[in-house]
Nanobody
């Protein structure tokens, strides 16, 4: 079974940048729509950005212009470049298929943005 492992989260000051990685244990990205999601304390998990198999990208309004999703099929890895981080970006970030599949939720990676 394919596993998705997120990494790259950290504590960062407002205005800073981070790059998150989502590594898959198999070759899945080229044929599947993938996405980054996040869940802030006390809130529901939400879609951050989706990367479709045709190369198109759908960003949440809250991150448009600041976050960039990309994929490296050779490395079986999807990235999330986050610039201009804000305290409201604080959350656990997850990658999954788009739409998500329950069995593939991983541990996520914590991003904390201090003001």
């Amino acid at each position: 079974q394919v596993r998705l492992v997120e990494s790259g989260g950290a504590l960062v000051q407002a205005g800073g940048s981070l790059r998150l990685s989502c590594a898959a244990s198999g070759s899945i990205f080229s044929a599947n729509d993938m996405a980054w999601y996040r869940q802030a304390p006390g809130k529901q998990r939400e879609l951050v950005v989706a990367l479709l198999s045709d190369g198109s990208k759908n960003y949440a309004d809250s991150v448009l212009g600041r976050f960039t999703i990309s994929g490296d099929n050779a490395k079986n890895t999807v990235y999330l470049q986050m610039n201009g981080l804000k305290p409201e970006d604080t959350a656990v970030y997850y990658c999954n298929f788009y739409p998500p599949e329950w069995a593939y939720w991983g541990q996520g990676t914590q991003v904390t943005v201090s003001s």
